[in-house]
T-cell receptor, first 111, second 114 residues
Framework: GESVGLHLPTLSVQEGDNSIINCAYSNSASDYFIWYKQESGKGPQFIIDIRSNMDKRQGQRVTVLLNKTVKHLSLQIAATQPGDSAVYFC??????????FGAGTILRVKS | SAVISQKPSRDICQRGTSLTIQCQVD?????MFWYRQQPGQSLTLIAT?????????ESGFVIDKFPISRPNLTFSTLTVSNMSPEDSSIYLC???????????FGDGTRLSIL
């Protein structure tokens, strides 16, 4: 399939290491944030979300951190696996139900 | 979450023609959205597809170029009209996104205009 992330920043990590993907969001009024994973030829897949009344939320192998002071969101992936290779997008609900997507980051996992 | 099917999955079209993309959901949903993802870029919202009324378009997108239908709570279409090479993109539909709930996406339609 084609690549959707030809012009996006790339993070390369060794298999088994932890990955940290960062995102700066734009709207201080946003109160809900989502991380999506997009594999080649697929649509974005929901990973994890967080509301603005929280600063950390954990899922299976993933943790999202929210710093509202500096409008920063991060996604941590523990023990990164080759199947984690994809493009990762953060999104914020800037206006009601509408989502505003960040630029995206390519994650490449080296075996 | 809902299963979202888009047709066609990809197409190659001649400039000046139009293509209608279908989005079918396996359950009734209130909110449906259409996005564009240009090559190597992120997703941009085109419009919110409203059931029983006209779609709500985002800045930079107009109904004449991207007419949308939403005849019921499980189906929507997006037409890309009078296509030019600049319209070559992935077009995605999504559903859900009520307050503090994530949107879920179909796999998109990969459109190339020659």
């Amino acid at each position: 399939g084609e690549s959707v992330g030809l012009h996006l920043p790339t993070l390369s990590v060794q298999e088994g290491d932890n990955s940290i993907i960062n995102c700066a969001y734009s709207n201080s009024a946003s109160d809900y944030f989502i991380w999506y994973k997009q594999e080649s030829g697929k649509g974005p897949q929901f990973i994890i979300d967080i509301r603005s009344n929280m600063d950390k939320r954990q899922g299976q192998r993933v943790t999202v951190l929210l710093n509202k002071t500096v409008k920063h969101l991060s996604l941590q992936i523990a023990a990164t696996q080759p199947g984690d290779s994809a493009v990762y997008f953060c999104a914020e609900n800037g206006d009601g139900n509408k989502l505003v997507f960040g630029a995206g980051t390519i994650l490449r996992v080296k075996s | 979450s809902a299963v979202i099917s888009q047709k066609p999955s990809r197409d190659i079209c001649q400039r000046g023609t139009s293509l209608t993309i279908q989005c079918q959901v396996d359950s009734q949903v209130t909110m449906m959205f259409w996005y564009r993802q240009q090559p190597g870029q992120s997703l941009t919202l085109i419009a919110t597809a409203n059931q029983g009324s006209e779609a709500t378009y985002e800045s930079g997108f107009v109904i004449d170029k991207f007419p949308i239908s939403r005849p019921n709570l499980t189906f929507s279409t997006l037409t890309v009209s009078n296509m030019s090479p600049e319209d070559s993109s992935i077009y995605l539909c999504s559903v859900g996104g009520s307050v503090n709930q994530p949107q879920h996406f179909g796999d998109g339609t990969r459109l190339s205009i020659l």
